[in-house]
């Protein structure tokens, strides 16, 4: 199982990027998916998810409006376009798989980066200038 984030890169402040996630070894199809972030000497933070069971989907308050996570089931490609990006978007991102629907109580530990789903990739770096 393999999961390869691409997409990163430099960016001016307001500028947009989009991040893809392949997958290899399994397909997203009944998986809840995932990408969280981690800043340079911050910890964890989840920026969106999707439920596998509902297909409720979830944002972390500061890139609503701005994020959109997405999923082709035929390319096995999940998606987070960022627009309006800013100097605090600034991290690696990570996209992750999980075989457990994402809920509230779930999404809540999984945006304060204390919920590990069952696959992750190795990231992608974000760096946004001001």
């Known amino acids: 199982v393999q999961l390869v984030e691409s997409g990163g890169g430099l960016v001016q402040t307001g500028g947009s990027l989009s991040l893809s996630c392949a997958a290899s070894g399994f397909t997203f199809e009944g998986h809840s998916i995932g990408w969280f972030r981690q800043a340079p000497g911050k910890g964890r933070e989840g920026v969106s998810a999707i439920s596998y069971y509902d297909g409720a989907t979830y944002y972390t308050d500061s890139v609503k409006g701005r994020f959109t996570i997405s999923r082709d089931s035929a390319k096995n490609v999940i998606y987070l376009q960022m627009n309006s990006l800013r100097p605090e978007d600034t991290a690696t991102y990570y996209c992750?798989?999980?075989?457990?629907?994402?809920?509230?109580?779930?999404?809540?530990?999984?945006?304060?980066?204390?919920?590990?789903?069952?696959?992750r990739g190795k990231g992608t770096l974000v760096t946004v200038s001001s």
């Open positions: 992750a798989a999980d075989t457990r629907p994402v809920d509230g109580a779930s999404w809540d530990w999984f945006r304060r980066g204390r919920y590990d789903m069952n696959y």
